[in-house]
């Protein structure tokens, strides 16, 4: 009932107040011209009073109405600031759900800043990286590993896994009569590349060693695969994964033309560990990939394994 008699208060407040204040000026108005209305009126000083107050009431209570309206609207205020803020966070945690369920795309440059970031602020890191040759990392890698300061405890391990390009293959290779088929200059000159790239970073591991900046593990391994596939890990923390999408006919002198696989451009699908629980299932099924076929691989200089003759059947 107290609240019922507030609000109808509250809607009737400013109807009453007017009717009042105009019901006192009409008074005042007739006073003028009644000389008897007027002679009572001057003799009562207590109407002047009563209405002074009655003024002063309304100008408390519209005072009061505003500092009202002002506390709501600064609850108001807060309350939106703070719908906000929870539509903020639940946005940024929609998106890392989003970025945890599909991988986040990255290119080749973002995966050498990686490589970079790892290895300037870890002591212990290691590389799996399964590519064509290698081409693509391992000029920054040298840059990289030689520009580290010096510190002994640094512990590097760098493992590359490329194709065995003393086994015959169509891809890469040539084309001959319109159709893919094997090139065995073209796998020399692709096998001395991954050499020269072995070669190169065990020479920066000798120099790393000379100059205190740690300690660097050069593994290069090979097996009888087309290179369609890039993989980079780091650790458990980041894996960046893609495919080779260009083929390119090169000529040759004799008229024929080598078929190769372009991939530097590529655009990589990239994971992170903190990323949620696919992306974690992710990384982990793709390091058990890579060293399933690492355990099954050979060295860059183990002879080439012998192509199994088949025992002969009755009746051969």
């Known amino acids: 009932m107290r609240s019922r008699v507030a609000a109808g208060w509250a809607r009737a407040e400013g109807t009453v107040s007017k009717i009042v204040l105009l019901a006192v000026f009409g008074l005042n108005l007739v006073a003028q011209f009644v000389k008897p209305l007027g002679d009572a009126l001057q003799g009562n000083v207590y109407i002047g009073g009563a209405l002074l107050s009655l003024v002063g009431f309304l100008l408390y209570s519209e005072v009061q109405r505003l500092n009202s309206a002002h506390e709501t609207q600064r609850e108001v205020t807060a309350e939106l600031r703070e719908t906000v803020r929870a539509l903020s966070g639940q946005v940024s945690r929609l998106g890392e759900a989003q970025r945890s369920a599909a991988g986040a795309p990255i290119s080749q440059n973002q995966v050498l800043a990686e490589f970079h970031s790892a290895l300037r602020d870890r002591e212990r890191v290691e590389f ?41 293959m169509d891809v890469p290779g040539q084309v001959v009569d319109g159709r893919a088929c094997d090139s065995p200059e073209f796998r020399a000159f692709l096998d001395d590349q991954v050499r020269r790239y072995e070669r190169d970073l065990k020479q920066t591991k000798v120099r790393m060693r000379d100059r205190g900046q740690g300690n660097l593990h050069v593994g290069f391994q090979v097996l009888h695969f087309t290179p369609g596939e890039k993989l980079y890990l780091i650790d458990d923390s980041f894996m960046a994964e893609g495919a080779y999408d260009k083929a390119v006919l090169w000529p040759e002198e004799n008229g024929r033309k080598v078929l190769d696989l372009i991939g530097n451009e590529v655009m990589l699908t990239g994971w992170r560990w903190d990323d949620g629980q696919r992306a974690r299932d992710t990384i982990s099924r793709k390091r058990e990939y890579f060293d399933t076929l690492w355990d099954q691989a050979r060295s860059l200089t183990a002879p080439a394994p012998a192509t199994p003759v088949p025992a002969p059947q009755t009746g051969d």
Request: proline share 5%; glycine share 2%.
């Open 128 to 168: 799996r990286v399964m590519c064509f040759t290698g081409e693509t990392l391992v000029t920054s890698l040298k840059e990289f590993l030689q520009a580290l300061p010096a510190n002994e405890r640094r512990e590097v391990t760098v493992r590359f896994l490329v194709p065995d390009f003393l086994q015959e």
